[in-house]
Structures are given as structure tokens and as C-alpha cells.
């Protein structure tokens, strides 16, 4: 039986299985759940802004607005990082022929929907820190005793 493009891609979608290794949904997961792909996907979203719950509509960015938001990201990490999102349809850079150029990173459609998700996954972080940090105080403090007690 012969099928067309729109089925084949149907029927591929059915077979992408994020826990067999071959598939190549691994490779997106990997990317997306790196911290500067949440970080940018927020920014872009319009979650940059300083007072928590203050977030406003997805924006264009210049490549020195996304730097100074992240801070501690490398030249060198945003800039693969842009690209990968680029490359994977996840945000489009725009150049417009200034003195000197003007380049802008704004979110796709695609993006945006990865955009709603990723703030929810920051916003859990950011709320639960606290709790997080006393639960490693703790368990590091019982390990420490196990091991003294061990000796």
C-alpha cells in the first residue's frame, strides 16, 4: 500500500517513543530541558520582568537584551543555543540592514507553545527552591552521620 507524505508523517508520529534510545524525540528532550533553552524560551516569552507574576507578551529581543537578562550565559552558549532553537523552528532572527546591523530573536508559534510549558517549569523551580534546599541540607547531613557512624 502506497501512503501519502501526510500519512507516513501520521504514522511516524504514532512511533516516537521517548524511552526506546533510538528515538530521535531524546535528542529534542535533551535540548529543550537545558536551562538556557527555558531561560531564553521565557525571556522571549516576556517573563523577564523583574517583579514575579509581572510577565508580559512575547517580544522580539536583541541578541544584547537576551545576554544581560541571562546572566552568567556565555557569548558562546547563547549564541548555539539561539541557533539550535533557530534551526529547530522553536524562534526565527530577524536582521535588518542598520548602522550597525539590528538582529532580533522572537519566538514562533511552535516556540510559544514550548514557551508556555517552560514557565511553568521555572516558576515550580523558583517557588519550590526553599524546600528543595532543605531537602539536600537534610539528606546530605544523614549520608555525612552514615558515613561517620560507618567509621
Known amino acids: 500500500m502506497t501512503q501519502t507524505a501526510a500519512q507516513k508523517k501520521a504514522q511516524a508520529k504514532v512511533e516516537y517513543n521517548a524511552f526506546l534510545a533510538a528515538c530521535p524525540s531524546r535528542q529534542l528532550l535533551d535540548r529543550i530541558s537545558d536551562k538556557w533553552v527555558v ?10 520582568s523583574p517583579v514575579p507574576g509581572a ?4 517580544k522580539a529581543m536583541r541578541y544584547s537584551e537576551i545576554s544581560r ?6 557569548q558562546k552558549m547563547l549564541t548555539q543555543t539561539l541557533r539550535s532553537l533557530e534551526r529547530d523552528g522553536l524562534l526565527t532572527r ?6 550597525p546591523v539590528t538582529v532580533t530573536y522572537e519566538l514562533t508559534d511552535l ?3 514550548l514557551h508556555h510549558m517552560t514557565r511553568g517549569l521555572r516558576a515550580w523551580a523558583q517557588t519550590h527552591m526553599t524546600e528543595v534546599l532543605a531537602n539536600r541540607e537534610s539528606h546530605d547531613t544523614l549520608v555525612r552521620s552514615r558515613l561517620s557512624g560507618a567509621e
Open 69 to 74: 537578562l541571562l546572566v552568567g550565559v556565555s
Open 111 to 113: 516556540g510559544l507553545s
Open 39 to 48: 531561560l531564553i524560551l521565557c525571556a522571549l516569552g516576556g517573563d523577564g
Open 55 to 58: 510577565a508580559d507578551a512575547p
Open 94 to 99: 530577524t536582521v535588518t540592514p542598520t548602522v
